[in-house]
């Protein structure tokens, strides 16, 4: 993975289990030579394409998430295989798949860290893909903005810029005071990120504004593009439809406050 090579995945989430990941259904049972896998894992990021999977399974299906472990599957081995691809409505340069384990044999090495730590081994590196969907929010309303500001400059209606409407200024002034603010907040986390110190409520803050601010700057700029914001000519159309799954995967908007509001509760 590191030389480029393979490809990796990361399958966590199930048909039945989505945020609550905790209730997944897909086996890893102990045998003498290593652990057997079945299940079904659905939504998963290079489903198609990667050769190595880390695939969350029950090592103890009555102990909840103590019971779940993590494991390194080789998707060369018999016993597994993929879907089609998901059809998705944006972010088509991902690929997305459902993967099946049908009484997949993997060794005891298989086995990544210690049986029964795997969702607190989620637990502890899901707040760096939290980041990292920060990261793209920024990124992306960078984009979509510089897009939007180009357009309204040069698109006329009733005989001046859509630049010089008032509507337009502020939307786009309040666009950039958003995103002045959420890169302030992402220099934040990413600062204490290396010290080791970005907790999971720092990232669930700023995954949930992140990504809720890219999917309004989106929808807002699509509309000052009017029709043509609506065709696959522009790529503001893109950007729009990119936007919307970033409060969906890595945890959704709703989770997030859930995360945040437990920090402020104790529960
Ligand atoms: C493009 C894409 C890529 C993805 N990549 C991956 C990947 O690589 N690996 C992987 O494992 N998964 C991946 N996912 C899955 C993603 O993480 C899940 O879709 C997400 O966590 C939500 O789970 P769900 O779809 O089952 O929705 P559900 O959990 O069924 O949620 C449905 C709705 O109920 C709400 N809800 C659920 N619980 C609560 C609650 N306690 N309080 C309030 N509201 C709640 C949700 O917020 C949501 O609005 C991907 C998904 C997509 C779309």
């Not at 945020?19 to 198609?48: C, H, P, Q, W």
């Not at 907790?199 to 995954?207: E, F, N, Q, Y």
Request: overall charge negative.
């Amino acid at each position: 993975m590191i030389s480029g090579e393979i490809l990796g995945a990361i399958a966590m989430t199930e048909p039945g289990a989505g945020s609550d990941l905790a209730a997944m259904r897909t086996t890893a049972e102990r045998t003498d030579t290593g652990y057997v896998l079945n299940g079904t894992k659905v939504f998963i990021t290079n489903g198609l394409q990667a050769e190595l999977v880390i695939v969350c399974a029950k090592t103890d299906p009555a102990a909840g998430a103590k019971g779940v472990s993590l494991f390194l599957v080789d998707t060369h081995l018999p016993g597994f295989s993929r879907g089609q691809g998901i059809r998705k409505i944006g972010q088509h340069a991902s690929d997305t798949a459902e993967l099946f384990f049908t009484e997949l044999e993997v060794p005891h090495e298989a086995l990544l860290g210690q049986e029964g730590r795997g969702f607190a081994y989620l637990m502890q590196e899901l707040p760096r893909e939290r980041l990292g969907v920060g990261a793209q929010a920024v990124g992306a309303t960078e984009g979509v903005l510089a897009l939007t500001l180009e357009y309204v400059q040069q698109r006329q209606a009733f005989g001046q810029r859509v630049a010089d409407f008032q509507n337009t200024r502020f939307k786009l002034a309040e666009a950039r005071a958003r995103l002045e603010m959420a890169k302030a907040y992402l220099r934040q986390c990413i600062d204490q990120y290396l010290q080791g110190a970005m907790g999971p409520t720092d990232a669930a803050i700023l995954k949930l504004m992140l990504t809720e601010m890219q999917c309004d700057i989106a929808n807002d700029c699509l509309q000052l593009f009017g029709g043509y914001g609506y065709t696959l000519e522009y790529p503001v159309s893109r950007f729009f439809v990119d936007a919307r799954v970033q409060t969906i995967y890595a945890g959704t908007s709703e989770i997030m406050k859930e995360v945040i509001a437990r920090s402020m509760l104790g529960k």
